[in-house]
């Protein structure tokens, strides 16, 4: 998500609230090591992230500022940009069959993208919000804000839905997605925490705890909105790339475990 509609006072105690409900939950928690930093756009407002031959595909939010972008790795440039139609509010992003898949905030729409030219091929709909997107085996996977995960076919017709939980409890505002050696990643909104979720079951599985990542006063003007939002995975090179809305910065982190285990996990295993 989106523009900030709750308070900064709200958005603490939900980091608050779910950093005790990470501490009872009996799944390992990592940490990072940064491994390198890079350029972002400190005016891309990031919905969704994904990284593909070298490349990274993002997609940025905000009603007549939305687009779709090609952006080289090592220097943030954007090399091919598609705008959105400003009515539309764009979301998360993913590659489905050889297309970008994205979704839209309230509209309803989801859009499909020629994979090189950008070009809008065909638009779906969908009931309620889209937030994240992630691709993954035979399936493509949405978040909508609440705990759900939507669960669509290759044709982008939705044929399940489960609900993500933490020791049984449901775990709500669920953004960007990505799909990790088997696993969904999960942003959750307002904190600097991902969840990583058993697809199969619904569970989280494991924490990762981004605080400190990058400063509140280094996250541009409005920290408010400048959230941990966008995770990328190269699955050749096992390198795994996370940065947030109107950050001036991404990063390649390696997961360090520091509990169940206190061993250091790295995804290059």
Request: hydrophobic residues 40%.
């Amino acid at each position: 998500m989106k523009i900030r509609v709750a308070s900064t006072v709200a958005s603490v105690f939900a980091s608050t609230l779910l950093a005790w409900n990470m501490a009872q939950a009996a799944v390992p928690v990592y940490t990072f090591v940064v491994k390198n930093t890079y350029p972002h756009d400190p005016q891309a407002f990031t919905q969704g992230l994904f990284f593909k031959d070298g490349f990274l595909y993002e997609s940025t939010g905000m009603q007549g500022r939305s687009s779709l972008r090609k952006v080289e790795l090592t220097t943030g440039r954007v090399l091919q940009k598609q705008a959105l139609a400003p009515e539309l509010f764009g979301e998360g992003i993913a590659e489905v069959d050889g297309a970008i898949v994205g979704l839209t905030w309230t509209s309803q729409i989801g859009l499909v993208f020629d994979a090189k030219t950008f070009k809008e091929k065909k638009r779906f709909s969908y009931t309620g919000e889209g937030w994240g997107l992630a691709s993954g085996g035979q399936y493509a996977y949405m978040s909508d804000g609440t705990a759900s995960i939507r669960v669509l076919d290759r044709k982008l017709k939705e044929v399940r839905r489960f609900d993500v939980t933490v020791d049984g409890a449901p775990l709500t505002r669920l953004n960007e997605l990505e799909w990790v050696e088997g696993q969904l990643f999960a942003n959750v909104w307002g904190t600097d925490m991902i969840a990583r979720i058993d697809p199969a079951s619904g569970k989280v599985v494991g924490w990762i705890v981004l605080t400190k990542l990058l400063e509140p006063a280094q996250r541009g003007t409005n920290s408010v909105d400048a959230v941990l939002n966008g995770i990328a995975y190269d699955s050749k090179q096992k390198r795994l790339f996370v940065t947030g809305k109107l950050w001036p910065k991404l990063f390649e982190i390696e997961l360090v475990e520091v509990r169940q285990g206190a061993q250091q996990t790295n995804l290059r295993q």
